[in-house]
């Protein structure tokens, strides 16, 4: 077996090897144990079957390592809460392959099982009129927002995460599969699965991260989602497949503030399984992309698939391939050319784009272009993108 090392943690966490041996991998097969309380020093994990239990955080100073194909479970009925929080000032180092990646699960496989994991970083934000700081929406009450752009949480790499996210119905506690606040990019964000959350799949709360190589499977809410200034400038092959229930390709918003900054992504593929349903059926949410409180971007080489009409209690309601949702989103963003899609093939919806109720879209010459030949994503299927013998990349 790998070595296992150990550094300072707190007393709370507990790990227990099934090892005698470690220099026999073989013979005792992978490490075991359990993973919990406050990690304070620099912790790595070989490669193994974990359970985490309740909300693990990883403080300001400290580093969490796990080995390339581990498997961490949780259980909802052990713990009221389970999570795992990567504080500011914290690292976290999850390096798996393409045959080997490490995958966070739940028992029961139900979605909203449990928090996921959340990155709270030191880079900018713009939040509600113009704040520079903000308290996140997790229920957690963490202050996120910072100075340095250049920020550098660690490496989530060929990271699968399943079940997770959830919403909690007094409307104060929003968790998704992947949360990213104020993270800087610095940080690597690589071949990551988002599966079956009761939420978004990935939602950046400000910051400069960027993400490459991501795959939003069966999430409830979004696919994708942004608020706070999130300015990532090197994101590429995004793959998003709602199935089941499941509201917006990308939801899109920048807390109501006009800027002149913005993503910029490349190679998207947004498809909605024909038997897919909205959350919330008595507010239809079924656009591939969604823009509204002066959200904007940079997107090309886009394919859109099925986000077509959902008919409720006998009124048929039209998906289209870009919402505009409201006035001085258009007013600002579209018409200030701060908004572009470019070489955008969509089949399944009857228009390209439109606004909401009375707004009206015409985008400037160039900021949205058509093509039979884009391609969106390419991404390379494998075991980090297969769950129970089914490729994810459908």
Known sequence: ????????TALSLIFTSCSKDDNNEETNGPATGTIQGEITGNVSYAYGNYNLKGV???????????????????????STDNGLIVENGGTINLIGTADQPIVFTELS?????????????????????????????????????????????????YVRVEYAGKKIADGQKETNSFTFYSVGSNTTLDHLVAYKGADDGYEFFGGTVSMT????????????????????????????????????????????????????????????????????????????????KEGNGDFNN???????????????????????QDATTNNNQVNGSKIKLTNVKIT???????????????????????????TGASITTGVWATVEGTSLLQ
């Open 213 to 292: 190589n991501a795959i939003s499977y069966g999430n409830f809410d979004d696919a994708f989602d942004w608020q706070d200034g999130w300015k990532g400038q090197n994101n590429s092959n995004w793959y998003a497949y709602q199935v089941g229930k499941g509201n917006f390709g990308m939801e899109i918003e920048a807390c109501s503030n006009n800027n002149n900054y913005w993503p910029v992504i490349s190679n998207i593929t947004l498809k909605r399984n024909a038997n897919c349903v909205p959350e919330d059926v008595s507010s239809i949410e079924i656009d591939a992309f969604q823009f509204k």
């Open 348 to 374: 399944g919806s009857t228009t390209n784009y439109k606004g909401a109720g009375s707004v009206v879209v015409n985008f400037p010459t160039g900021q949205f272009t058509t093509s039979t030949t884009s």
């Open 56 to 78: 693990v955080r990883v403080k300001p100073g400290a580093t969490l390592t796990i080995a390339a194909g581990s498997v961490i479970t949780i259980d909802k009925t052990a």
């Open 1 to 8: 077996m790998k070595k296992l090392f150990l550094g300072l």
């Open 302 to 324: 886009i394919v859109i698939e099925g986000y077509g009409s959902f008919s409720n209690n006998g009124t048929t309601y039209e998906g289209t391939g870009c919402k505009i």
């Open 109 to 157: 496989k139900v979605p909203g099982s449990w928090s996921g994991i959340m990155i709270v970083g030191d880079a900018p934000i713009n939040a509600i009129g113009g704040a520079s700081t903000a308290i996140s929406e997790d229920g957690s009450n963490i202050t996120y927002g910072g100075t340095d752009s250049a920020d550098n949480s660690g490496t989530l790499k």
